[in-house]
């Protein structure tokens, strides 16, 4: 394999909220930095910034400190529209409750990124049908996901979020909403496009047999990222080692 | 674009009852729209259309002097120092170049008896000329001729509604009826007319002018009618009748002389000032069908808050999202502009049809009017509710339980 190429790059990172009279610290020093074709799980209990530091990464929040580099960007520099055309393209996500949009068939939900990216119906239809095949659901094009079992649906929100070819699979508790067999298989369809694509996953989740099968976990309490490293056996993992020194140096 | 109205439509469809609901308000405004200013604008067609038929080239005298053009009623007595009498209609008839025919007229309620019937009509004293000015015709028998306007006559021609009510079937051609106290001999019966302005010009009974100022005893002419020759010769033909009378009146302006086109633009303010009144009020329940829009447009940017967020997330600029919501608003409104207009142009064509005398018109400007206020009332009770859509936080957006 070649030089790993970084794809996220974080530098003491933090998000203020403003509360009333005091500023809610949500994350603080946050360092950390992803390279292409990573599998990486994030953890940490609920209210510890790990959903924030999702947002950050997706672009879809701003950092208040520190700097974000995505694809070699810093995102401070980029306006919204060009945040927007980042998340299109680099970016694909999937969320707990799939997010689906109701009454339009799956083929229609899949190709909705497309049109934001300007592409036209008739190639936007032929690569949504494309990504669906890739989640095996080939058959099931002009189901609309109300009658589709959570799986399914996870899976079109999945064929949604690859359909831009994006670097970067960005999962929000992805297994959440789902039995355990359909966790299984979703699990198992994120390592295939890890291995066989190259796709970037990064997973945020609680759930521990999940984070087990990423090659990397990092462990946020309390918005400071706690661990850094490969999986750890024996559950809860309670141990506090010294964050990787896989961040560069500021240049 | 062509994106955001398939987008506007399919969202639509998804929430029909609602969509069906919410664009209600603007059919209605818009049916107002069409049917309130098809009104006003029958109502101006049909003045037009009245107007253009008392009498080409009209010149209109009335004693009085008004220096703007006003209404139809003058100042009658008011300032007049000197009333016009049939010596001014002479002095008109040997000077007047610019002017064919002329005929004093005067006006006034009378009580008609025929054996034991009687009915209050509208005594109409004119000349021998009246007929060919206002573009009413004798029907059967003669009408009053130059001699029995020299000669003081008492003769009188009837209308048809008149002849109804005190003859029914007999002949009154030859028959003695009595006008006031004076016994008056029938020489002739008008032509039908009909209703005009609101006034039966069937209801009237002519007499000779002179025997009219008898009637009535008194010098004084209501007025004066005659006509330019030539149509381009009416500012003038109204100058020199202007100066005929003066000269008359050790040169004071006493008189007015108004045109048909100064009697078509006066009623044509009036149906102007009609129109847009009816224009106002219906814009009213318009403004209504618009905050109704814009009532439904925050409800479904609240309930579709996280849809927001995904869209966001996938890749949609502010003004993706400020768009769709903008063109969703638009497509209720020309939705239901469009519904209006066809019902309003519907009702028109049925109401046209049963009542063919009721003045209504759909022309292809209200057309107009009423589907570009539809867009209107679509992009400003669209804005709103898009902007606050576009504002959303993506990150609370998706948050939204």
Partial sequence: ?251 | MLEYIRSALSALLANKVRAALTMLGVVIGVLAVTLLVGVGDGARLYIEHTLEGIGANLLFVTPGRRETRGSMAGPRGGNVTRPMTMEDVRALERQGTLIREVTGATQGGGTIKYKDRRRDTLVFGVGAAFPDLRNMHVGVGSFVRQEDVDARRRVAVLGRTVVRELFGDENPLGKSIRIGEARYRVSGIMEEKGASLGMDLDDMVFIPVTSALDLFGTDALGSIMTAAKNKDDVPAAMAEVDDILARRRHGEREVTVQSQDDLLATFGQLTNAMTWMLLAIASISLVVGGIGIMNIMLVSVRERTREIGVRRALGATRSDILWQFLVESMALSVLGGLIGLALGMAIAFAVRHAAPDVPLAVSPWIAMVALSSAVVVGVISGVVPARRAAKLDPVEALRYE
Avoid: W
Avoid at chain 1, 127 to 144: F, Q, S, Y
Avoid at chain 1, 170 to 184: F, K, S
């Fill in chain 1, 1 to 251: 394999m070649s030089e790993p190429e970084p794809l996220i790059v974080a530098r003491d990172l933090g998000r203020t909220f403003p509360m009333g009279e005091e500023d809610l610290r949500v994350l603080r020093g946050v360092s950390f930095r992803i390279d292409r074709g990573e599998y990486v799980a994030i953890l940490g209990p609920s209210g510890s910034g790990k959903s924030t530091l999702m947002y950050l990464i997706g672009c879809l929040d701003t950092p208040t400190e520190g700097t974000l580099e995505l694809a070699g960007t810093d995102v401070a520099t980029l306006t919204d529209a060009e945040l927007a055309a980042l998340r299109n393209e680099v970016i694909g996500f999937v969320f707990q409750a799939f997010n689906l949009l109701p009454r339009t068939t799956a083929l229609e939900n899949v190709a909705l990124p497309l049109r934001y990216a300007g592409v036209s119906p008739r190639e936007r239809r032929k690569r949504a049908k494309e990504a669906l095949e890739r989640v095996g659901l080939g058959a099931r094009l002009d189901h609309p996901p109300e009658r589709m079992s959570g799986g399914e649906r996870q899976r079109v929100a999945i064929a949604r979020a690859i359909v831009t070819r994006p670097s970067l699979l960005l999962c929000d508790e992805p297994t959440g909403n789902l039995d355990q067999r359909a966790g299984r298989e979703i699990t198992a369809l994120f390592e295939r496009l890890n291995a066989e694509d190259g796709v970037t996953v990064v997973l945020v989740t609680h759930d521990p047999l999940i984070a087990r099968r990423a090659r990397r976990n990092l462990r946020v309490v309390d918005g400071e990222i706690l661990y850094d490293g490969p999986p750890l056996d024996g559950l809860p993992t309670p141990a506090v080692v010294e964050p990787s020194a896989s961040v560069p140096p500021a240049a």
